[in-house]
């Protein structure tokens, strides 16, 4: 029986060196967060609905901001274009509150962090689905917030704050959410 | 402890049969070694998908983020037959332990035996003492070093606090090593990082006296994270055949710790321990030389142990990452058959690597200590009576894409040298082909060994004991059938070939299926000997032996299918169906008369369905139903089940639930056990009420 494990044993080691041996390079980083990321507003679209009245005059787009420092790269390119139920998505970035328009979804970079409140005080009344990936968003009135849990991607959902911004939230995207509530004004019951 | 003075009706005379000798200690080999929780099945796969926007949000949530060295790997990709309970899967199962949750899983046999008791394997060979599944929790092996079985009754946690179970169904010994030979069952706790703020669940009914638990966890500075839990439970005696209240009610005190710290540095520590004590009853078969004795005995068991992990991971760049983990684990069992302490001692290295855009590389070594010590008794003997033992280990897998995002062929190997059979080694080929998104085919071939347990090797136990006048004319007095082990004994051998195919043709509807066959050679037999008279312990009595030997082959074959359905947004429905075949061929020179009831001990058919609806945003109402064939060798006939599960948010925080257990059914038997004789109970129909509380 020894004899027969030694030999396994070299078959082993020779495919090992071999296949090691060639194709030595570094491999490549990436960034797979944003990426990720890019196909959960993708979806959220899919899980949210706006009023009639939201969806702009020709109810032909669906306008996804970026405001602050862009940390997607180029990876909401793979949405641009592509459509939610006949609507194109559309991306638009803004560098400063005072360049931000209308938007039917509005991602919140964490280069903003400090100026959340007065962000969401602003888009309040645009039934505007807010995202964002920082600590506490949700809590702090923004509609959904990425977290990372065991190194892949969940988030929260503060149906309060979406339900004052006139968004109805699917069953689905609840259930698979976390759910919080505003931290400081309290639950409304 | 208190006497019983009559057998209930209704139990089979046990006999030397059923003794089947789950047995057998040892384990120490065990080994497991690398098994370290942060790797399910390391057959990764590296890249996204090209287009990120036709997966579902559930699969979205399932990628990790993390470097390619980093990350684990996304479990619907692994080339092996794979099942995973969620957190979600627990709570709203309503079941209240861990060996009732794997239930869930196809490919699993889990039958109780008594209240306290489990018969659990993955593909065949049940018993109390199954030998052929390796169970770890956060990494640590809770594989029995004394009886290669695990001992359900301590193998908890604080539910709410376990992130997931991977179980994997076929041969995982390439990673794991020795043992994990018919499957592996990782049971993995949240981080610390994963459980802030506090929790608290209450409850009771009718066969759950009462259980209750506290939790609290939060931050040490910035990047430290802890939680802290206390849980206890105390469970009604089941019944006898007869219906008479048994003796098997138990109680089991548990308390842990877990800090993580996971900054954004390159370092990640992980610090857990738990520390427990409990009684667990039972009413066991009396074997004694003694005219006096009554015919059973009711016991109370004392269970208690600890265990301390730590784990520091590093992630040295973009496509290396290292983690070295130890632990210590004390378990301790005293009761009227043995008592026993075992002390293990673990630490394991292990390197993940990517290598180009090719390979993924994952090696590591493995060192084990085991020290136990063990009190003879007239039931069962070990010589020695308290034995130190080392393991060593090492393994290497190579992930290798053949065609990005299409071919993967996966290779790898465990090597090991144990006290018992020295060197093993145990390799794996699994291909991985995905024609197209949505469509995953499979192929596997592993060797793997169960190698000796401790009483294979040196135990003795003593099966039967025969009252004077039934031997006569032969002898007189007493007759005592007794099981050794042998020095000789060899390793078990397994070759499995193992295909799988998955689809998910939609968002809404998946499949999963896994077929195997499974070729196994030097399984254990109990070879009769020559009777020969003993004089000690007196009066001087007639012992018949049987030996552990290896003259026995077989072949086992199955196909376990799961499949999950959405037909509406708020109702899942997850159903497994598992078939299995066992045929076994005794050696011509073998005289076993027993080992071919493994061919009846396990069902050849089982169906769960499992249903969740959410009728509104606080009111979920959940059923589970489980058909499980015949056990021929046993007297265990097929059942129907069905657990029910009402839950109920009232403010967000609090939830009520109301949770039927075993409902179609006053009481139905599950499991005979073997080895020890322990009488089996039936397990009753069951409700009790829950509230938990978030804050």
């Keep these: 029986m020894i004899r027969k494990n030694t030999k396994l044993f070299l078959v082993i080691c020779a495919w090992l060196v071999l296949g090691i041996g060639y194709n030595l390079y570094a491999g490549q980083p990436s960034s797979r967060e944003y990426l990720v990321k890019g196909a959960f507003l993708y979806n959220f679209a899919k899980f949210v609905s706006w009023p009639e009245d939201a969806l702009g005059d020709d109810q032909m787009h669906i306008t996804l901001c970026v405001l602050g420092k862009n940390p997607f790269g180029d990876a909401l390119a793979a949405i641009e274009g592509r459509a939610v139920e006949n609507r194109k998505v559309v991306i638009k970035h803004c560098a400063t509150l005072d360049e931000l328009g209308k938007c039917q979804i509005l991602f919140i970079s964490r280069s903003e962090e400090r100026n959340v409140s007065e962000i969401l005080a602003k888009v309040k009344d645009w039934n505007t689905l807010t995202v964002s990936d920082m600590e506490g968003f949700a809590q702090r009135g923004g509609v959904i917030n990425f977290m990372t849990v065991e190194k892949k991607i969940h988030f929260e959902i503060n149906p309060d704050a979406a339900e004052r911004t006139g968004l109805k939230i699917s069953s689905k995207l609840l259930r698979l959410a976390k759910i919080v509530k505003d931290r400081e004004t309290g639950p409304e019951h | ?695």
């Design chain 2, 1 to 695: 402890m208190i006497d019983r003075s009559h057998i209930p009706v209704g139990r089979k005379s046990p006999s030397i049969g059923r003794c089947f000798w789950g047995a057998a200690l040892g384990t120490l080999l065990l080994s497991v070694a690398a098994g370290v929780c942060w790797a399910g099945a390391r057959d990764t796969e590296p890249q996204l998908p090209a287009d990120l926007t036709e997966l579902s949000l559930e699969d979205l949530m399932n990628i990790e983020i993390t470097s390619v060295a980093k990350k684990t790997q996304k479990l619907s990709k692994a080339a092996a037959a794979i099942f995973v309970i969620t957190q979600e899967d627990i709570r709203r199962s309503g079941v209240t332990s861990i060996p009732e949750a794997l239930r869930m899983v196809p490919g699993l046999e889990v039958a109780r035996i008594d209240a306290n008791k489990w018969a659990i394997t993955s593909r065949g060979f049940n018993g109390r003492f199954a030998n052929k599944l390796l169970v770890l929790i956060d990494g640590r092996s809770v594989y029995t070093p004394l009886f290669s079985g695990v001992y359900w009754d301590v193998k908890d946690t604080l539910l709410e606090d376990i992130d997931r179970i991977e179980v994997i169904r076929g041969p995982g010994a390439a990673l794991w090593g020795a043992n994990a030979v018919n499957g592996v069952i990782n049971i993995i706790t949240k981080t610390a990082k994963d459980t802030p703020g506090g929790l608290v669940t209450a409850g009771a009914g009718t066969e759950e006296r009462g259980f209750g638990s506290v939790r609290y966890g939060g931050n040490l500075g910035q990047d430290t994270y802890y939680r802290v839990y206390a849980k206890y439970f105390d469970r009604d005696n089941a019944v006898f055949a007869s219906g008479e209240d048994a003796a098997d009610g138990w109680d089991v005190l548990r308390a842990g710790f877990r800090m993580d710290l996971e900054g954004s540095g390159p370092d990640s520590l992980t610090l857990q321990g738990d520390l427990y004590d409990g009684e667990t009853g039972e009413t066991i078969l009396t074997k004694s030389l003694n005219p006096n004795a009554p015919p059973t005995l009711d016991e109370e068991n004392d269970i208690s142990g600890a265990n301390l992990l730590g784990r520091w991971k590093r992630t040295v760049s973009n496509t290396s990452e290292i983690a070295l983990q130890v632990y210590y684990d004390r378990t301790e069992r005293n009761s009227v058959i043995l008592d026993q302490i075992h002390d293990t001692l673990d630490i394991d290295f292990q390197h993940l690597l990517a290598l180009g855009g090719r390979h993924e590389i994952v090696w590591g070594v493995g060192y084990r200590f085991i020290s136990d010590d063990i009190t003879n008794t007239f039931y069962g003997s070990w010589d020695p009576d308290s034995r130190d033992d080392d393991l060593f280990s090492g393994f290497v897998q190579d992930d290798i894409t053949l065609v990005k995002d299409r071919v993967y062929l996966t290779l790898g190997s465990k090597f090991e040298h144990n006290d018992y059979t020295g060197f093993e080694i145990q390799p794996n080929a699994r291909l991985m082909w995905t024609p197209q998104e949505g469509h995953s085919i499979w192929a596997a071939i592993s060797r793997a060994v169960r190698t000796p347990s401790r009483t294979e090797e040196g135990g003795r136990l003593n099966n039967t004991v025969l009252p004077p006048g039934s031997l006569l004319p032969l002898f007189p007095g007493y007759g005592v059938v007794s099981l050794f082990g042998d020095g000789n004994y060899e390793s078990e051998e397994l070759l499995a070939y193992e295909l799988g195919y998955r689809v998910q043709p939609m968002d809404q509807f998946s499949v999963d299926i896994a077929a195997f066959f499974n070729n196994y050679s030097n399984l254990r037999t109990l070879e009769p000997g020559n009777p020969f008279l003993e004089v000690s312990p007196s009066p001087a009595h007639l012992v018949f032996p049987f030996t552990a030997d290896n003259k026995m082959d077989g072949e086992t074959y199955g196909v376990e299918v799961a499949a999950g359905w959405r037909p509406l947004d708020w109702w899942d429905l997850k159903a497994t169906y598992t078939y299995l075949q066992i045929q076994l061929d005794l050696g011509r020179d073998s005289g076993d008369p027993l080992s071919l009831s493994a061919e009846g001990e396990s069902p050849h058919h089982q169906v769960s369905l499992r249903s969740s609806m959410d009728m509104t945003r606080d009111l979920a109402l959940d059923w589970w139903v489980r058909y499980v064939d015949d056990l021929p060798s046993q007297d265990v006939g097929s059942y129907f089940m069905l657990d029910v599960r009402l839950g109920w948010k009232l403010h967000g925080n609090v939830e009520l639930s109301v949770v039927g257990q075993n409902l179609l059914d006053d009481r139905h038997p599950e499991f005979e056990p073997e080895l020890i004789d322990t009488i089996a109970t039936q397990i009753e129909r069951s409700v009790y009420g829950k509230v938990t509380w978030h804050f």
